[in-house]
């Protein structure tokens, strides 16, 4: 696709429950990131992946979070047992090579805990 | 620890005027810097970026400044329109980590 697609838009889910978002970088591009947005805060860096790889996990906020790529494409952020404390906007952004070209974000996820 | 930090929470200027945005970083080894636009419910979307090798780089009416002896960015937008209004994040990238780091951003109102 023309840019970075994440899906769903939107999820609303009980406490407890798990969820799993996916992203669509853009093709070609071997870099990808996820971030969180919480309500009036800014970007929180999550997960970073050169192709499969994920070099740098240190973002996660607890063993509840996980991701995974696979053929250097898609990605699944995977949240188990989510809480209240998880509801935000789950951003995935895509760059040609890491952190030496501009990063293109996907529109979000929006993660309601209720 | 904010390594990017941006400290004008909010920002109104009068359309057709400048606006000016700033953010600063403490890490000395970052080389990339990026200014994202975001409006609600949208992922930000890229506006304009500066190797560390140069002081200013300038796309149509958005013109970044780079003073690296400051640890120091800034953004202007000539003239402001109505349609610019929204939050503004910088972000640094980190050779050593390969992460981009953002700043809180600032929220830009452009007044008609």
């Known amino acids: 696709g023309a840019g970075v697609s994440q899906s769903p838009s939107n999820k609303v889910t009980e406490k407890g429950k798990d969820v799993e978002l996916r992203c669509d970088p853009i093709?070609?591009?071997?870099?990808l990131y996820w971030y969180r947005q919480s309500l009036g805060q800014g970007l929180e860096f999550l997960i970073y992946f050169q192709g499969n790889s994920a070099p740098d996990k240190s973002g996660l906020p607890s063993d509840r979070f996980s991701a995974e790529r696979t053929g250097g494409s898609v990605s699944t952020l995977t949240i188990q047992r989510t809480q209240q404390e998880d509801s935000a906007v789950y951003l995935c952004a895509s760059s040609l090579e890491a952190a030496v070209t501009e990063a293109f974000f996907g529109q979000g996820t929006r993660l309601t805990v209720v | 620890d904010q390594q990017v930090k941006q400290n004008s929470p909010s920002l109104s200027v009068q359309e057709g005027r400048i606006s000016i945005l700033n953010c600063d970083y403490t890490n000395s080894m970052f080389d990339y810097f990026l200014w994202y636009k975001k409006y609600p419910a949208e992922g930000p979307t890229f506006l304009i970026s500066?190797?560390?090798?140069?002081d200013k780089n300038e796309d149509g009416r958005f013109t970044v400044f780079l003073n690296k002896s400051a640890k120091h960015l800034s953004l202007h937008i000539v003239p402001s329109q109505p349609g610019d209004s929204a939050v503004y994040f910088c972000a640094a990238s980190d050779p050593g980590t390969y992460k981009y780091i953002f700043g809180t951003g600032t929220r830009l109102k452009v007044l008609a």
């Open positions: 093709s070609g591009h071997t870099a």
């Open positions: 500066i190797s560390s090798i140069k």
